[in-house]
């Protein structure tokens, strides 16, 4: 089964292609391409994701996206292009013109490429952008004939770990298999949870933040250190730095929520302690900003190692998952590493791909869905879409 997954959530336009086959635990996996452009340069400027521009480049993106990973798949025959385009335009040409117009142009969807199903991010993430990948997704399922299948973005990254190797045309893979319970953690520019997993397609949030994520704090001590957006690995890299000279912190900040007894967090908090430190020091030199980042991080890594090992021995976990943008971060990494190891339980890792946002965890999601519905979803974006949400 030929299964495409398309990504609009944020700030980051994928598209990405995979062969399954195979049931279950038991499937196995062929990437053919999974392809991300980041819009991140051009939001930069604006310290955030601005979502009017977003949903412009997605609009921009995707047909030339989508041209570029069909190259090399079979191809069926025609398709309806003029009445299918048409019976979509008084929908989409006034609330996505460049989605529009790009799709209306595109001559290579006259034809039927091979694929089995589409796999849609319906959220969590920017409602506008969200929409451009939904309405997309609805025009290709209509001139493919094909069953749409609507994705939370948050069991992508969970799932995405599954996967040993994200390598375009790659080699037949088994998917690492899911030893549940399990525990999942989730840590990006939008998200802090973790989550027990009792099995795919079924999940519990055991706890999350109270107010910032944790790569939305990484961000905002990053800037407050003079770092461009989006900050986090650029943080973290002044930290292994300090690492490496042997720099010991003075500064002491605070490790939030660490003995609140439950599994939540809070990030706030250790920003605002970070914005009273750099207003106090003034003038801040290069290694006060190193002192500082690996400050912060060994904060962070801290409050994620307790509310990791309290949720392993609350559930009994069989193997412990992490996902999320913040995933890439080699301290925190190890740390996790380090406590599966001690509780002799395996550990699933992104790849540096699938760690950040991308639609190959969309597709691979989509692909071990079951039979999709007889009758098709009405799917709307979802801003704040949980977990087990799916409509
Ligand atoms: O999952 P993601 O790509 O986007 C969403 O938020 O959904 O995560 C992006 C977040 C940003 O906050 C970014 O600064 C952070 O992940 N990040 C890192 C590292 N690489 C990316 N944070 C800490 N250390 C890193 N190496
Ligand atoms: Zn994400």
Known sequence: ??????????????????????????TEVRVI???????????????????TLAKREHGKNLVPLLEKILVDTEKLGSSNFDQVISSFESELKASNPDLFESISNAEFLKVIPKIDRIAVTQGPGLEPALWVGIN????????????????????????????????????WQKLYELKAPSIALLISGGHTEIIKINSIGNYEILGQTKDDA???????????????????????ELAEKARQEGIVPTIKLPRPMINSGDLNFSFSGLKTAVLYTTKKIGQLSESIKKEIALEFENAVTETMESKVRKAIEETSAKS???????????????????????????????????????ALMIALVGALHGEPSKIPPTLKASGTMRLAEIS
């Open 320 to 358: 412990l998952f992490v996902g999320g943008g913040v995933s890439a971060n080699i301290s925190l990494r190890k740390k996790f590493k380090q406590i599966a190891e001690e509780y002799g339980i395996p550990i699933y890792l992104p790849t540096l791909h699938i760690s950040g946002d991308n």
């Open 136 to 171: 997309f997704s609805k025009i290709l399922s209509k001139l493919w004939n094909v069953p749409l299948i609507p994705v939370n973005h948050m069991e992508g990254h969970i799932l995405g770990s599954l996967l040993e190797s994200d390598a375009n045309k790659g080699q």
């Open 1 to 26: 089964m030929i299964t495409l997954g398309i990504e609009t959530s944020c700030d980051e336009t994928a598209l990405a292609l995979i062969e399954t086959r195979g049931k279950e635990s038991g």
């Open 33 to 51: 391409n999974s392809l991300v452009h980041s819009q991140a340069d051009l939001h930069a400027p604006y310290g955030g994701v601005f979502p």
């Open 214 to 236: 944790v790569g939305e704090a990484f961000d905002k001590t990053a800037r407050l250190l003079g770092l461009p957006y989006p900050g986090g690995r650029a943080l973290s």
